[in-house]
């Protein structure tokens, strides 16, 4: 994740959480729902019952959802592993910034099963889905046209499919073809 030139102020965990929620109005179990723990974590986290999460995934999530990085939780590991950077991701943050939403008021145009698998996309642990139908339901919610969203989804399958072996060069016929299908098909 890129680092931002922000002075960090040095506050609590629990507080700077139970503060977001507050200011956003958000409902501790929606919040959970968003981050992947259950309600009773989160009241824990905030009543300080327990001590402040230190797992990594816990903290981008919830840094995800608060729109800041995980380094301004004093908790946060940075990993050793280099984060990779997606051109979707990308290119959803900035139509959330463009609507001027914020990734809460994006969560809650989906279904509550599918916003922990969006805070993971837009954190950049997974990446950008094959089906294209939570394709739409995204490219919908963002108002992008179709034509963009398809043309990301095929770079993406034809990554999928050389990564899964096929010679794309090879069988250039056979996946033209198909892509063809797909553009008459949307």
Request: charged residues 35%; contains cysteine; glycine residues 2%.
């Amino acid at each position: 994740m890129k680092s931002k030139n922000k002075t960090i102020v040095k506050e609590k965990s629990s507080e700077k959480v139970s503060k977001f929620l507050e200011k956003n109005a958000l409902h501790k179990k929606d919040f959970a729902e968003m981050i992947g723990v259950t309600l009773s974590y989160v009241y824990n986290l905030i009543d300080e019952t327990i001590p402040f999460s230190t797992r990594g995934t816990t903290l981008e999530r919830i840094a995800t959802v608060m729109e800041i990085e995980p380094e301004e939780f004093e908790e946060y590991k940075i990993p050793q592993e280099p984060i990779l950077t997606d051109e979707f991701v990308e290119f959803i943050k900035e139509k959330i910034k463009d609507k001027k939403m914020s990734v809460v008021t994006f969560l809650k145009a989906f279904p509550r099963k599918k916003r922990l698998e969006i805070v993971d996309i837009l954190r950049g642990n997974l990446p950008m889905p094959i089906d294209f139908k939570e394709l739409t339901m995204l490219s919908q919610v963002l108002e992008i046209d179709k034509q963009d969203i398809y043309d990301m989804w095929e770079k993406r399958m034809r990554q999928v499919l050389e990564t899964n072996g096929m010679n794309i060069n090879a069988n250039a016929t056979l996946v033209n073809t198909m892509f063809d299908c797909v553009k008459k098909a949307i």
